[in-house]
């Protein structure tokens, strides 16, 4: 027979038992809770910001390839003729002309040919002035008041260099047009540049070289 105080007892206990299995959270554990939950959504908010910003310099700089790829495919088929007049007399002093005379490297240059401008005028001896403007690269015309259209934006500089046959820069008697573009891209605050370089072949120089020979 089981005495009536250690009956007693295990009912206590056992109601003790209960009320420790029923208590809820106190409020420490609730903020310690709420505290992790909200560093855990900052750093879920975080790395979806970081891909998004990812997303789009990707997506920026694939669209800047593509434009980079039109202007210089454009500039080649438009630069490349420089110099050929109408009666089939090579001119290249007046066909490649710097924006600023007496430097090697410059910011702008003007293409005259007998044909067809970087605009679609044609003539006989027409004018495509390749300038930077307001972070684009613009190509134009030597009108009064001239025509521009841009090719290329985000452009922060641009360096072109008229090289010879040795290689040499030279305006007088190039064969050659070296073109060196700055661009930027940036997404989220960050900004990246990139820089190519390109040469444009005057065909017509060329083959009076070669020919000369």
């Not at 080649?76 to 110099?83: K, L, Q």
Request: aromatic share 6%; net charge neutral; with cysteine.
């Amino acid at each position: 027979m089981i005495p009536a105080t250690s009956c007693a007892t295990w009912r206590a206990t056992r109601r003790d038992t209960g009320r420790e299995r029923g208590r809820g959270f106190s409020l420490v554990e609730l903020l310690v809770a709420m505290v992790i939950g909200l560093f855990l959504t900052a750093a879920a908010a975080s790395l979806f910001v970081a891909a998004r910003q990812l997303y789009q310099e990707q997506e920026r700089i694939t669209t800047m390839k593509e434009n980079l790829r039109f202007a210089t495919d454009f500039m080649t088929r438009d630069i490349r003729g420089a110099g050929l007049r109408e009666n089939g007399e090579l001119d290249l002093p007046a066909g490649l002309e710097p924006a600023n005379a007496g430097s090697a490297e410059q910011v702008g240059f003007t293409v005259r040919k007998a044909g067809v401008n970087c605009l679609g005028n044609a003539g006989s001896w027409v004018a495509s002035v390749y300038s930077l403007h307001d972070n684009q690269l613009r190509c134009g015309n030597d009108a009064n008041p001239p025509q521009n259209q841009p090719l290329v934006s985000d452009v922060l500089s641009m360096r072109a260099v008229a090289v010879n046959g040795q290689g040499q820069p030279d305006w007088d008697s190039p064969v050659a047009l070296r073109i060196e573009l700055v661009l930027r891209s940036g997404a989220g605050g960050q900004s990246l540049n990139h820089r190519i370089e390109f040469v444009i072949s005057l065909r017509n120089a060329v083959l009076e070289q070669y020919q000369s020979i």
